[in-house]
């Protein structure tokens, strides 16, 4: 079985991961959201539908492609292109690793978790065949410089797959933007007990304004919590867990340190800094972006 070709060696190795990084970093909001929601999940058929659409891959493509994704997170994701018949490794700077080492078990095709920062990937360079991040890039204290250590480690004629929140209008007038000038600053655990705590009134007033195109902008804009009582989740959740889900994400987008969407221009400008071609945009709102890195030319 391959190995991860890790480029250093690890501060220390606990509960069988390699650890790169102090225990206390700027993730500490999502290592709290993963152990506070761990239970759940999306079902791997689910999320891999959502992959190969999002990407325009086949499982015939991806079978036997070695994958290092990048903020895995509790490893939905993970599961799912493991599932699809690639290699992965998989890394995240919070302790969500644990919780996704602990729902993957063992994997024929799984090359192994390590917690380490998307800023400074201890893994050699030119080493696998798809760089996969995403809902990631946008919580990086700067996403350009995540950006460009994510493309040093696909190989050439390799992919990079890239996912970032929007900086269009539609995106930045969300009721996110409007809050986490507070709500960044406060603990975590506090931040956790307010929306426990106000949450199911906020959910019923949510659900209810969004019947109406003017209650949906002023939900849009101002009134800090999710609805997903509309769309696919009811057919994949009952209310009491598409009221979890919520929260959860309420949480994801009022507590991290950063939020720094990228324009599409943008990005596409730093694939082709970076030697990447064939760059297409999947998607805006948010922004997804696949290129290929250029192969070497051959000396004569």
Known sequence: ???????????????GIPRFVPENNYARSFSIEWARHASLRFDSDFVKKKILARTGWSTR??????????????GNDTKALLDLGAQVAAFDLSTGVEQAKALI???????????ASIMDIPVKSESFDIVFCHRVLQHTPDPKKAFFEMARIVKPGGTLFMHSYDKSWQNLTHWRYRYRWLTKRMKPETLARLIEKHGPWLYRLVVWMDRWWLGRAIHHC?????????????????????YQWACMNTFDSLSPAHDHPTHPRTMRRWFEEAGFTRIRLRRRNPVIMIGMKKRKKKKP
């Open 61 to 74: 493509w991806l079978k036997g492609k070695t994958i290092l994704e990048c903020g895995c997170g509790g």
């Open 1 to 15: 079985m391959r190995q991860i070709p890790f480029s250093r060696k690890p501060r220390r190795i606990k509960d």
């Open 222 to 242: 101002a009134i800090p919590f999710w609805n997903y009582e509309r769309g696919k989740m009811r057919q994949e959740f009952t209310r009491e867990q598409r």
């Open 105 to 115: 078990g063992e994997h024929p095709g799984l090359l192994g978790f390590f917690q």
